[in-house]
């Protein structure tokens, strides 16, 4: 057997894992051992596997999943699913989701063997299609393997490759500019100029000379050329970031210069030849902005060669623990973890900043936070406030809270819900009861 092929064992017995270990130590395979899903789906954003070996019942994330996931980012990896004795359905079902073969427990140790040396037999022809495909999956930031991540990443592998252009929907805050990087860093362009440009932070009168250029003395101010960002971007990847603020005077030269692969900066009468990959992103649908009149039809068609969607965050809160791990290394020298109840709140919570939010909130947080742990007290109020009105209940986590609580429920239950009575044995104005009982979330009482 080939020495550079590797066995990637997903199962939640132990005991079996162990066996498999013992199973291949003759042979010129290498066994990676996971004891869950989720493991897994890190192990393969990390390294390089060439067969999966997945037990079709496990708890957390099931064999079923795991080979839907699999199949989205790394479509060309063979798997082989482990299914229970006499289970055909399971079988019958592996194979219909994508599964390359299955084997049944219990099972010989010849048998696998030999099933695995027919997948090493034809590995070399997987080889190149593997890092064709999955190459967008070693981009650093590219972080997440729920179901939404993993079809957007094979999206980026097959799109990347190409030098059409993209356009990006996604919420502010969502990656979009992630992704366009991730798209350059694939490309044949990666070794030239990848720039971004945030249409929405340029104003009016300076956006043409930005993008364009200008020679020197070509309006007041223009106390130097500037060749412009199409220039600087020529031979690699311009990334224009909310497009849609774009004016149709604009989109017009815009188009022209999609068209025609030339600029002619503001005041010149030469052109300059560009050579350059368009990523354009926007959180508004161009499709109907182009219907109601404040888009382009045309300008939309040109830019639109493949559309990707970005995830919002509330829709991959799975990827959350992987999202802080990545954001602290990045963001912190010192070994700073995120508490339980935090990691509860921020699965709880909608996140409408979506990953930018996650970041301001964890780089604060961490400014906050004693003992190398953030905890719920280190996290904005409003935070916690949003979880709380969107969950329809009302969280006592100050212990002085809770007590105010339980003297309020007793008094009004020995009152028989008297308010004035109660606030009278509180020693509180009938006001500030009010104020206490809405504040604790007390619904009203008889």
């Known amino acids: 057997m080939g020495t550079q092929f590797t066995v990637l064992a997903v199962d939640d017995d132990r ?25 897994a789906l890190e192990t393969l954003r990390c390294r390089r596997i060439d067969l999966a070996l997945i037990d079709w019942q496990m708890p957390g994330l099931c064999g ?5 996931r699999i199949k989205a980012g790394y479509s060309r990896m063979p798997v082989v699913m482990l299914t229970g004795h006499g289970k055909v359905p399971e079988a019958v079902r592996a194979l219909k989701c994508g599964a390359d073969d299955f084997i049944e427990k219990p099972f010989p140790p010849s048998r696998l063997v030999e099933l695995v040396r027919d997948y090493v037999a034809r590995y070399e022809p997987l080889s190149d299609v593997y890092e064709q495909n999955d190459k967008s999956l070693d981009f650093p930031d590219l972080i997440g393997s729920s ?3 993993m079809h957007l990443k094979e999206m980026i592998g ?23 990087r991730a798209l350059h860093f694939i490309s044949s362009r990666k070794d030239c100029a990848f720039v971004p440009v945030d249409c929405a932070t340029l104003s009016e009168n300076i956006i043409e000379s930005e993008l364009f250029g200008h020679k020197q003395g070509a309006f007041t101010g223009a106390s130097e050329h500037r060749k412009g960002l199409f220039v600087e971007a020529n031979g690699g990847t311009l990334f224009l970031d909310e497009i849609g603020e774009f004016d149709l005077r604009l989109q017009a030269k815009l188009l022209r210069v999609l068209q025609e692969r030339q600029v002619r900066p503001i005041g010149s009468n030469k052109a300059i030849s560009v050579d350059i990959r368009l990523i354009a992103a926007s959180n508004k649908n161009l499709q109907q902005e182009s219907a109601l009149g404040s888009f382009r039809p045309d300008l939309f068609h040109r830019l639109s060669n493949i559309v990707l969607e970005v995830p919002p ?3 991959r809160k799975e990827d959350i623990p992987a999202l802080i791990k990545h954001i602290l290394n990045k963001v912190s020298s010192s070994n700073i973890r995120i508490s339980d109840e935090v990691l509860l709140l921020f699965e709880k919570y909608s996140w409408p900043g979506n990953i930018r939010e996650l970041q301001n909130i964890l ?10 742990v953030v905890k719920k ?5 409003w935070v916690r406030s949003n979880v709380e009105l969107e969950n329809g209940v009302v969280e006592h986590s100050d212990p002085l809270l809770s007590h105010e609580r339980i003297a309020l429920e007793s008094t009004l239950e020995q009152t028989g819900g008297n308010r004035r009575q109660a606030a009278k044995i509180l020693n509180i104005s009938e006001a500030t009861l009010y104020r206490k009982l809405k504040k604790a979330g007390i619904g009203k009482s008889k």
């Not at 013992?22 to 989720?38: A, K, P």
């Not at 799109?159 to 992704?179: A, I």
């Not at 780089?363 to 004693?370: D, H, K, M, N, T």
């Open 158 to 180: 097959k799109v990347g490759r190409t030098n059409v252009n993209v356009l990006l929907y996604g919420e502010t805050g969502s990656g979009k500019e992630v992704v366009a």
């Open 15 to 39: 005991s079996f894992l162990a066996s498999l270990g013992r199973i291949f130590h003759r042979e010129s395979v290498e066994i990676v051992l996971c004891e869950d899903g989720y493991k």
């Open 64 to 68: 079923f999943e795991l080979l839907n």
């Open 313 to 315: 965050l509330r829709d």
């Open 377 to 381: 007290h280190d996290i904005p109020d």
């Open 147 to 149: 179901p939404a991540m």
């Open 363 to 372: 780089i604060g947080s961490v400014a906050l936070c004693s003992g190398g």
